[in-house]
């Protein structure tokens, strides 16, 4: 049984940063691309950056680019996402999220994730 479990949500003021966590089990999560998607109130989830399996190489929502940078280590099964510059606009449930197979490259689509974590609140006040 997959499980992806978030952590490090909180509530921060405009400007500060956050490191969400996901820890994956049930999977070799060596061999699967991972992503990022948040949702805010009233609003769909969304993209926000990847990360390959097989080379580490990153793709980002645009923006959040030069703000954040997803990150893996392997041997711990977890995916980062570091926050940095944090708008009032990023705050949102964050989630983690994987393919339901391995090896598959990185994806902006939701429909390309099978499993997802239970999300984090990350708030970012004014």
């Known amino acids: 049984q997959v499980q992806l479990v978030e952590s490090g949500g909180g509530l921060v003021q405009a400007g500060g940063s956050l490191r969400l966590s996901c820890t994956a089990s049930g999977l070799t999560f060596r061999l699967y691309s991972m992503g990022w998607f948040r949702q805010a109130p009233g609003k769909e989830r969304e993209f926000v950056t990847a990360?390959?399996?097989?080379?580490?190489?990153?793709y980002y929502e645009d923006s959040v680019k030069g703000r954040f940078t997803i990150s893996r280590d392997n041997a711990k099964n977890t995916v980062y996402l570091q926050m940095n510059s944090l708008k009032p606009e990023d705050t949102a449930v964050y989630y983690c999220?994987?393919?339901?197979?391995?090896?598959?490259?990185?994806?902006?689509?939701?429909?390309?994730?099978?499993?997802w974590g239970q999300g984090t609140q990350v708030t970012v006040s004014s």
């Open positions: 990360i390959s399996w097989n080379i580490g190489s990153t």
């Open positions: 999220a994987a393919p339901e197979k391995g090896y598959g490259m990185t994806s902006s689509s939701r429909n390309d994730y099978g499993y």
